[in-house]
């Protein structure tokens, strides 16, 4: 059974950086489709970015294009979130999940981490 653990969030400040990781354990990530979502206090969950199997399809949210980018390290069975120029709309719980039903990205992903939340604020 695959299992997905987030890190990397915390506290930063408008304007800055966080690079959000997500290790998988129990299985292999190769043959999933990976992304991550995120929840706002008193807000639907929202899917923010999304990576194909192969990595070489890559999809983002309008509101995160060119600041967020997603990456797997198939070598570490880990995916990423390097998040720039970030502003306190982004504050939200991050969700990392997998599908291996093909890309892209649905709500209802099969596999889902805990979250880790992330706070921006000066």
């Known amino acids: 059974q695959l299992q997905l653990v987030e890190s990397g969030g915390g506290l930063v400040q408008p304007g800055g950086s966080l690079r959000l990781s997500c290790a998988a354990s129990g299985s292999t990530l190769d043959y999933h489709t990976i992304g991550w979502f995120r929840q706002a206090p008193g807000k639907e969950r929202e899917g923010v970015s999304c990576i194909s199997s192969s990595g070489g399809d890559t999809s983002y949210a309008d509101s995160v294009k060119g600041r967020f980018t997603i990456s797997r390290d198939k070598a570490k069975n880990t995916m990423y979130l390097q998040m720039n120029s970030l502003n306190p709309e982004d504050t939200a719980v991050y969700y990392c999940?997998?599908?291996?039903?093909?890309?892209?990205?649905?709500?209802?992903?099969?596999?889902w981490g805990k979250g880790t939340l992330v706070t921006v604020s000066s």
């Open positions: 999940a997998a599908r291996t039903s093909g890309y892209p990205c649905v709500a209802d992903m099969e596999y």
